[in-house]
């Protein structure tokens, strides 16, 4: 047992040449510097882009794919990918509008079920993937219709509109502004924190990366991968859980049929900002950036008059361009 | 014509040639060939000819170059020096398929088929009969060929049997069919023998006969002496990446071949220190793990270091994986400081104090795109934060004190430990159980990779471990480092210890007899 004591304290002098440590910053440079310079070439066509309501309507459109993406840059960190965030939006949605609408719940445990919904699917993604030992993709290209087949049932396929002429209060999550931001923004930048701080100062972020780096190695040092990786799809659950509190919130309704494709959005935002698909390498400040950037080419287009069916080519077209820099970077380096 | 080493720098005085097995024409021939890898010089101007009709073997420790010469001939790797001429004109094997067109066929020790096709597409991969105008696949033709070819080989099976159905042997079969397809006149057999049964290998060595007789040239690979003796009619010997000596069969001994294997100085320094054991950290009875590991017994002492010698499949990574706790065991007993341990994970293994550092350090050992200070913490959170905190700034304190004690050459705790050295990267890896307060090390081909320099350092912390009452086991495939580090060694074969030698007393002769256990050779050194 004494054996490492001596060794760990003894000679303290071994700082060699510095070589440029690859720090995370590098890593969203990229993607940083592409809305930069994306946000120029739009104000210079369009000023209006940089007024403060438009600015305030970018992050508001981000708010949906960047919640989500928090969790899911948990999950493509691993290595994982889950396909059924849009369908778990739809499931947290009704079940509150459900609660709320049809058993005259109010409105603060409802929301709490909505958050609860979300964490529950999370939950048994992850069973299924961690106990069951079925891909990530698989596992959730099933639950993606489970959970929308779930929302569907729930409903009869009906949304409910107009909650808040029964809960005038459930405006306060979508549609008020606090201090001029909309309420959105604000969940979106507090999810994101907590995103980030558990990436960053926990034992749930380092074996993470730790999984999607190596997972065998990881294993190999005593990790309990299972537990980590289940921990990460209850994340990505819960993000999802808030995420249709939210949106829910700003359509004042909720709708079996919600958020369906939000997934791709979500994942497209993590790529984009710089996170390998293959797990192990990626920053929640990337991910940020990325839904951000999504959010500024469709509104460039849209001030541009621009189809919106030209922007769903352009954003495709981001998503590949994203990779294919990353990957000659990774070259070069 | 027999000499292979037209180029000056072979180094070693070779036998002379008399009676060739036969005057054919070579149809293959290796000149100077070189390759290096960073840090190692894996062949040397190596040289030697392939004739027709004939089996030659090559035989070398592991780590000689044969499997690197392999990939050669089967243009996986290409050279940085040298030439190969086939049918006396140079040719350059740029891809398998390149060899393969070329007429060189090797089939590797890994076997490269298809194991959810059957037979008969897996012989024909590539080359289906086709007909009509569309080229479909003519599979009854395709089916009639595939069992013809194997009735050849004087092997009774349908060939619609899936490959994933088949044994070992079978598969090796199914390999040769497919190389024969291709028109292969060289044919590589890479360890044949290596994952058989004895009745297995002699059904293989009887198609190995038949295609010699009908002029294929076969080169074998081997470090089973026997397969030496009951195949080949010349022998080649590799040692350390360079040529020692091409005789024929029939001049030669296993114990010459040995002396020859190993024959070399030992130039490295292995700075040993003596220790004097203490009490048993470590006693693992019984070890059984059915088809891999039979009735293992040892125990390693505090301050004592236990090599484990033995050729590769010989059990050696095995046992350790076992004793980890990564693969089950199906019975036998560990014993932790006189205390039973019931190890199933990992994890249990590192709570009773063991550490792995596995022979895959880049596979098994290290998070490649993470920090040095991730993965020195990785096996050890409790170390830096509290049940659920890990703070990078905590993470990297702890790995500066590691970083400075073992003289880790890194710019910082920050870098990514994919762009460090081998020596380096072993060392974040000795960090990380340094960390866990380990105290049985399994240090599995501790400086495999590692420059020279480097790996006297790895030896110099594997003392200091001794010294502070560490028990360490060392797997290991150089012999040289085995007995020179050693206080008693251990020799595996087929899953059983077979020999147990003292580390001051033996020498790598013993060692190789044992491993290789050649029953003549085994009679020639007692």
């Known amino acids: 047992m004494s054996g490492s004591a001596r060794i760990a304290t003894e000679g303290a002098a071994a700082r060699q040449a510095r070589l440029p440590a690859i720090g995370s910053f590098w890593q969203t440079a990229g993607p940083l510097a592409s809305l930069f310079v994306l946000g120029f070439a739009i104000w210079l066509v369009e000023p209006v882009f940089l007024s403060q309501t438009n600015l305030l309507n970018v992050a508001r459109q981000a708010s949906l794919t960047a919640i989500l993406g928090t969790g899911m840059t948990f999950v493509i960190l691993t290595g994982g990918v889950d396909l059924s965030v849009g369908s778990m939006v739809a499931l947290a949605s009704v079940s509150g509008g459900y609660l709320m609408i049809q058993q005259g719940w109010s409105m603060w445990p409802a929301v709490a079920v909505m958050v609860l919904v979300g964490g529950l699917c999370g939950l048994f993604n992850g069973l299924v993937i961690t106990l069951g030992r079925i891909p990530p993709f698989i596992a959730t290209l099933g639950t993606m219709q489970i959970f929308r087949g779930a929302a569907l049932q729930l409903t009869a396929g009906k949304p409910f509109f107009d909650i808040t002429k029964t809960h005038p209060q459930f405006d306060i999550w979508g549609t008020r502004e606090y201090a001029g931001i909309p309420a959105p923004v604000i969940i979106t930048l507090v999810v994101f924190t907590i995103g980030f701080l558990i990436l960053r100062y926990t034992r749930l972020g380092l074996y993470t990366y730790a999984i999607g780096g190596n997972e065998q190695a990881t294993r190999f040092s005593g990790v309990n991968i299972n537990r980590y990786k289940l921990g990460v799809y209850v994340l990505m659950g819960l993000a999802a859980g808030v995420a249709a509190v939210m949106w829910s919130s700003r359509l004042n309704s909720t709708q079996p049929t919600v958020a369906t494709g939000e997934e791709l959005n979500a994942i497209a935002a993590v790529v984009i900002g710089g996170t390998s698909l293959f797990g192990g390498e990626g920053t929640i400040v990337g991910t940020l950036i990325g839904a951000l950037l999504m959010a500024v080419i469709r509104n460039g287009l849209t001030l541009m008059h621009v189809s919106a069916f030209y922007q769903q080519i352009v954003i495709g077209a981001v998503v590949i361009l994203a990779v294919l820099i990353d990957r000659l970077q990774r070259r070069n380096a | ?526």
């Open chain 2, 1 to 526: 014509m027999e000499r292979a080493d037209t180029d000056a720098a072979m180094p070693a005085p070779r036998p002379s040639d008399s009676s060739s097995p036969s005057d054919a024409q070579p149809v293959l021939e290796l000149r100077g060939i070189c390759k290096r890898f960073p840090g190692v010089v894996a062949l040397d101007h190596v040289g030697f000819d392939l004739r027709l009709g004939e089996v030659h073997v090559l035989v070398g420790e592991n780590g000689a170059g044969k499997s690197t010469l392999v990939k050669i001939l089967s243009g996986i790797y290409q050279p940085d020096e040298g030439e190969i001429l086939l049918d006396g004109q140079p040719v350059t094997l740029r891809t398998p398929h390149e060899a393969q067109r070329l007429g060189i066929s090797t089939v590797h020790q890994e076997l490269n088929l298809v194991p959810h096709l059957d037979i008969g597409r897996n012989i024909f991969l590539g080359r289906e009969p086709t007909r009509g105008p569309g080229g479909l696949v003519d599979y009854p033709t395709l089916y009639r060929l595939a069992e013809e070819q194997l009735r050849a080989l004087g092997i009774a099976i349908d060939p619609r049997r899936r490959v994933r159905t088949l044994g070992v042997a079978l598969q090796q079969m199914v390999e040769i069919a497919k190389a024969l397809v291709a028109d292969a006149r060289v044919l590589i057999l890479d360890e044949p023998t290596a994952a058989i049964t004895a009745e297995e290998a002699e059904q293989l060595f009887r198609i190995v006969d038949q295609l010699r007789a009908r002029g294929t040239a076969i080169i074998l690979i081997s470090h089973h002496l026997e397969d030496a003796t009951r195949a080949g009619d010349r022998v080649t010997v590799l040692r350390d990446g360079k040529w020692v000596a091409t005789m024929p069969m029939a001049e030669t001994s296993p114990r010459e071949m040995i002396r020859l294997m190993v024959g070399r100085e030992l130039t490295q320094q292995f700075p040993k220190e003596e220790t004097k054991p203490g009490e048993v950290a470590l006693r693992v009875e019984g070890l059984t793990r059915r088809g891999v590991l039979h009735d293992v017994t040892f125990e390693v002492r505090r301050g004592e270091l236990l090599g484990i010698a033995g050729l590769v499949g010989a059990g050696r990574s095995e046992l350790a994986r076992a004793i980890f706790g990564i693969d089950p065991i199906d019975a036998g007993t560990i014993t932790i400081h006189g205390k039973p341990a019931r190890i199933t994970s990992p994890r249990e293994a590192i709570r009773h104090g063991l550490a792995l550092l596995p022979e895959d350090r880049k596979q098994q050992g290290l998070v490649l795109p993470l920090s040095v200070a991730d993965n020195i913490v990785l096996a050890a959170p409790n170390r830096i934060g509290t049940k659920v905190g890990a703070p990078p700034a905590a993470r990297q304190s702890v790995a500066r004190r590691f970083i400075g004690a073992l003289r880790i050459r890194t710019p910082s705790a920050r870098q990514p430990v994919r762009l460090l050295s081998g020596g380096n990267q072993q060392k974040v890896v000795l960090a990380k159980w340094l960390l866990t307060e380990a105290d049985i090390f399994f240090f599995d081909e501790p400086t495999r990779g590692i420059d020279v320099g480097a790996k006297v350092e790895v030896y110099r912390l594997m003392n200091e471990l001794l010294e502070r009452g560490a028990a360490i086991v060392m797997i290991s495939s150089e012999l040289p480092e085995v007995l020179g580090m050693s206080d008693r060694i251990l020799v595996m074969r087929g899953g059983r210890i077979v020999a147990e030698l003292d580390g001051r007393t033996a020498t790598q002769e013993e060692i190789m007899a044992h491993a290789a256990a050649a029953d003549e050779s085994m009679e020639a050194i007692a």
